[in-house]
């Protein structure tokens, strides 16, 4: 496998802390990756480096093995652009803007564009101003998809669309990576990670807390754990536990988030009967929280 995004030591310093920093990441080819983080966790700030947009403090990166700031130009042909903050048109209508990007790239197919504007319920006969914002965003999702590029950066591409047409947008993601397309999403919205991504990266206050399959990280890092006793509880013993934290006890029934292999957990409340014992693997916006409550 050959990496279609490669970014070493990259770092945009604003100051006081705000920026992107030192961040090494390596993208796959053909793979769908979510890059996660509240507003303000350095998310576009990486996207617009990545575009040429703006310009690394130091570190960089590469595209298809381009310098993604000495061959910008070249690389823009090659990619679709979600950006986190959408361009102004004013009285041009949706079809004209389309044309314009048409003009500029030359291989947007006029199919491709009716097919996906059809799918996402969007007019393109109406003046751009005059569209919600859902429909800004759909216009702008249509124009990043329908020239099938082979990479697509996508900066929270589904703010301002109603649940229908998010799934038509995990559906268009689908079909990219179908064909052999990598896809780079950029979210808070964690219920859609988990359903399109392969893997995920945390970044948190410029920082890159983690990488990972989607499923590991949402299997191996903790579990809800509910023990319901038929006796006093050890609780001596399961505070002492390590990995078991948020212990709370309510009467009969001790919970807690355990993380690590069960066996020391049994071997804790062997000898003392137990009526009921209930695991669940936290969501990944749960595990996603743990990352900031530190």
Known sequence: MTNAIEIHGLTKDYGNGHGIFDLDLAVTEGEVFGYLGPNGAGKTTTLKLLMGLIHASRGGATIFGLDVDRDAVALKKRIGYVPGELPQFGGWRG?????????????VPDDKVEAIAKRLDLDLGRKYR???HGNKQKLALLIAFAPEPALLIVDEPTTGLDPLHQQVFHALVQEA??????????SHVLSEVEQVCDRVGIVRDGHLAT????????????????????????IDRLRALPGFEQVSVEGLRVRGLYRGSFEPLLAAISGSPVTSLTSREPSLEEIFLTYYST
Do not use: N
């Not at 004209?96 to 030359?106: F, K, M, P, Q, S």
């Not at 990576?177 to 950029?186: D, E, F, N, W, Y």
């Open 95 to 107: 079809a004209e803007i389309v044309g314009y990007v048409a003009g500029l790239r030359g291989d």
């Open 130 to 132: 005059e569209y919600s």
């Open 177 to 186: 990576k179908a064909r052999g397309g990598t896809v780079l999403i950029s």
């Open 211 to 234: 990488v990972g399959p989607i499923d590991q990280l949402s299997g191996i890092k903790a579990h809800h754990v509910a023990i319901d006793f038929a006796g006093a509880p050890p």
